[in-house]
């Protein structure tokens, strides 16, 4: 991690932001010596920082760069159609909220895929659905031309399907199953994201005696951070907020002394 030296604290943050090209609140700062002034000079010290771009500012960054990678086209939806795409999404999900039936396994999951093609039609990015299974899992895949237009700004239409896709197997069919809705490889890609945003988002806890809040998540994503950093004894998870705004918080936890510890 670069480290950057001035005069002053403030000249070295100053040159550090420069570098990063990001604002004093998208970074943390970690003073690693103040410096002195000295005396005509002599005995004088530089100021030493460290900087780094917040954990929120890194996942971003590299979701995009996610995004990005899996396009096969360029988005051409402007602020207005995103607008109206979100807007879209929220009228599906009261009307998915309205349904209720007790289909079976299969034919829920049918009913499901023709629910996906024609949101996909709406959405003007038609995709051919495609079902799998793995594991505990059943994977909606979505294939289509305009893979930008699904996926959205840091996935969010795709997070968004995703709400409405499980709403509406909860609704619709008689056992409880869990769907995932994919759009080319952004999942894998994204799962390899969450992965490092776990141990970075367990650091940050450790390191500051403070709980980390995350970005809304859907709920399989928050169950893969629960998952690993159930393994790390030093701290624990849980979910805050309705769905789906639900998101993780990670915090430090306090072990407690032992007997040699207290002692010693």
Do not use: C, W
């Not at 009261?94 to 829920?108: F, H, M, P, R």
Request: charged content about 30%.
């Amino acid at each position: 991690m670069p480290i950057y030296e001035a005069a002053t604290i403030d000249e070295a943050l100053q040159l550090g932001l420069k570098d990063l090209g990001l604002d004093k609140e998208e970074v943390e700062i970690e003073i690693l010596d103040e410096g002195k002034k000295g005396f005509l000079g002599i005995g004088r010290k530089n100021a030493q920082l460290k900087i780094e771009p917040s954990i929120s500012e890194t996942i971003s960054e590299a979701i995009e760069e996610t995004v990005e990678e899996v396009l096969e086209e360029p988005s051409e939806k402007t602020l207005e159609e995103t607008e109206t795409t979100e807007t879209f999404i929220e009228e599906k999900s009261k009307e998915v909220q309205e349904e209720v039936s007790e289909l079976g396994d299969e034919a829920a999951l049918t009913e499901l895929a023709v629910y996906l093609t024609n949101i996909t039609k709406q959405l003007e990015a038609p995709a051919l659905v495609k079902i799998k299974r793995e594991a505990n899992l059943i994977v909606f895949q979505l294939e289509t031309q305009k893979q930008g237009i699904l996926i959205g700004k840091h996935g969010k239409t795709l997070n968004a399907l995703q709400y409405l896709a499980q709403v509406f197997i909860h609704r619709m069919a008689k056992n409880k199953l869990s769907v995932v809705v994919n759009v080319g490889n952004y999942r894998e890609k994204r799962q390899e994201i969450i992965q490092r945003l776990a141990d970075r988002t367990a650091e940050k806890a450790i390191r500051t005696g403070q709980p980390v809040f995350l970005e809304p998540m859907p709920a399989f994503e928050r169950k893969q951070i629960h998952a690993v950093l159930s393994k790390n004894e030093y701290v624990k998870t849980h979910s805050e907020g309705d769905e789906p705004y639900r998101y993780l918080v990670v915090e430090p936890v306090k072990k407690r002394l032992t007997v040699s510890d207290d002692l010693g």
